[in-house]
């Protein structure tokens, strides 16, 4: 209850502050659009950049709950100076009034530096809070049992229906009093649901089940990297009978099965007569220079992963310039509910159709869809992880091509188009990720190892982080290479009207095109994973508990190292 409740606050807060910034930062801080769109992408992508590193420390030194506590009251500190910047005059530019000729003055070094500051306790609070959230809930549960696995699928299921409603609240009420009452107390409110997801998270604190942190992942992977290289001029192995390995004791993870794809880190696993094993354990006294194929495949594993998390990372990189430019297109348009109405919805509130097509979409394709499915391919899920991503990549040159084609007609009309022509475009972005956001994030947990699940969660962020780069040095690519030398304004001009985001759009489609074609190619080469055990790896986690300090602790078994 105290790790959903904070769930519940945490995404509220954060999705609340986040979501309108843009606008924030244009209206409040008298940013360019080009340059405010490229400073979130660098925060979107630094803070999903972070996960990595505390993922690393989670495992490696404080534990999931220490590393969010840490984490949480990093994103109360950093909503509340965000809040600061708007509610005292002296942390922000200057009102100004265009219309009468006022001019627009920047923000000065101080105002950069005290939303700067904001931004970096917000990322530290990232870094602990996404990769580490899903996991600690999911250890609250005993996997070993029917009511330990029922209430995982409770918790995941929980999970992204309160990320679909933070998002829709977000974008609605916060983003009203945001756009019609005031910064100051729109900002506020989030920063106040943040504070309340830290007294709930810390009021449960004597009952939460904590797993020792035992050691990162990632520390193996650089140890078979470095024997494969030290052993790079040995031949091949002839097969696995050649390599070396301990008999399988772990409780959390399954023994992988030997595959013969990337043989070249085999030899990882080759014993040569400079390496000397413990007398007791059999286990090698140097793991830098011989590691166990249970190591190997799970290396093996992540390179597999490797090439369809690159597709998805360019999947990612179309939707973020969708939800950049289609906030900017509102601005542009009638946003009124009907022409007898004076009340216009928010310009930041139309994401709210994308979030409606995603969750009305999950229940109809969970209960109709698949079964239907399921009869006539035989699959369990109706159709394979892979073809589920394919789907939402396809979708998403739809969503480009139409978005380029609404923004081609709001052009050319005389009078201001409805804000309501934005809505298909929305409503196929909404999709496009229910098949390829849901089905990545999915296709990682079950094709990661039981002790990589940490590193999968931040390998998603990770792609979230890179594709916000990217995104990034797109715009700024293409604002400065359809700049016109006699002065005409670029694609991305700051009045829409004078530039050609429609042509934007059509090379982002493009772009979404070439990489359908390559993740297609990538997932007629994938080979799923494969155990060695009987079951299904429903056992992950099932740890020994323990009292330490007289709190209930669960030991994992640790990767091997």
């Keep these: 209850m105290f790790v959903a409740g904070n769930e519940t606050f945490e995404k509220l807060g954060t999705i609340g502050t986040l979501s309108n910034m843009l606008v924030y930062l244009t209206t409040v801080y008298h940013m360019q659009s080009v340059s405010a769109a490229t400073l979130l992408n660098v925060f979107s992508g630094t ?36 809040t600061l910047t708007a509610a005292l005059p002296s942390l922000h530019p200057p009102t100004c009034n265009t219309s009468k000729g006022q001019p627009c003055q920047g923000p000065s070094t101080s105002h950069f530096a005290a939303l700067l500051a904001s931004f970096f306790f917000l990322v530290v609070g990232a870094s602990g809070v996404r990769p580490c959230s899903l996991a600690f809930g999911a250890d609250q549960f005993d996997p070993r049992t029917a009511d330990g696995r029922r209430g995982i699928a409770s918790f995941f299921n929980w999970y992204y229906f309160t990320f679909t409603i933070a998002i829709m609240l977000s974008a609605t009420v916060i983003i009203y009093l945001q756009s019609n009452v005031n910064w100051a107390l729109g900002l506020a409110v989030p920063a106040v649901l943040m504070g309340i997801s830290c007294v709930v998270f810390f009021m449960g604190t004597r009952l939460y089940v904590r797993v020792r942190p035992e050691g990162s992942p990632l520390t193996s992977f650089a140890q078979v990297l470095v024997a494969a290289t030290r052993k790079r001029h040995l031949r091949r192995a002839r097969g696995v009978a050649e390599l070396f390995d301990l008999p399988h004791r772990s409780k959390l993870v399954s023994k992988l099965a030997y595959t013969d794809q990337f043989t070249c880190l085999d030899k990882a696993a080759m014993r040569t007569p400079e390496d000397a ?9 140097n793991p830098w220079r011989l590691c166990t194929v249970q190591q190997v495949e799970e290396v093996k594993c992540l390179a597999r992963i490797i090439p369809v998390w690159s597709s998805g990372t360019v999947y990612f990189v179309v939707l973020t310039q969708l939800g950049t430019y289609v906030v900017l297109q509102a601005a542009q348009t009638d946003r009124r509910i009907s022409s007898a109405s004076s009340f216009q919805i928010p310009q930041g509130s139309l994401i709210v159709f994308s979030m409606l097509s995603l969750t009305l979409w999950i229940p109809v394709y969970d209960r109709l869809v698949v079964p239907a499915l399921r009869r006539f391919t035989k699959h369990e899920g109706g159709i394979t992880l892979l073809q589920r991503i394919g789907v939402g990549l396809a979708l998403s040159v739809a969503t480009m091509l139409v978005s380029a084609a609404v923004e081609h007609r709001r052009r050319r009309r005389t009078a201001m188009m409805s804000c309501f022509w934005l809505v298909p475009q929305l409503l196929l972005a909404g999709l496009s990720e229910a098949f390829a956001g849901i089905g990545q994030l999915e296709f990682f947990y079950r094709q990661f190892p039981e002790n990589m699940r940490s590193v999968a969660g931040a390998l998603y962020c990770l792609g979230f982080a890179l594709a916000s780069y990217a995104s990034g040095v797109m715009v700024t690519v293409v604002h400065r290479a359809t700049r016109g030398r006699d002065g005409r304004p670029d694609w991305l001009a700051q009045d829409l009207d004078q530039g050609r985001v429609d042509l934007f ?9 070439v990489n359908l074609i390559y993740f297609i190619a990538c997932a007629r080469w994938y080979r799923f994973k494969e155990s060695n055990d009987d079951d299904d790896g429903s056992h992950a986690n099932g740890d020994d508990v323990e009292l330490v300090d007289g709190r209930l602790e669960k030991s994992a078994s640790a990767a091997p190292v």
């Design 505 to 513: 759009y059509l090379v982002t489609a493009a772009i979404a095109a």
């Design 47 to 82: 803070s999903n950049l972070a996960t990595v590193l505390g993922a690393f420390v989670s495992d490696t030194y404080l534990g999931r709950y220490t590393t969010i506590a840490i984490s949480i009251v990093a994103s109360f500190l950093g909503m509340l100076l965000l």
């Design 277 to 285: 094993l413990h007398s007791e354990e059999k286990t090698p006294v």
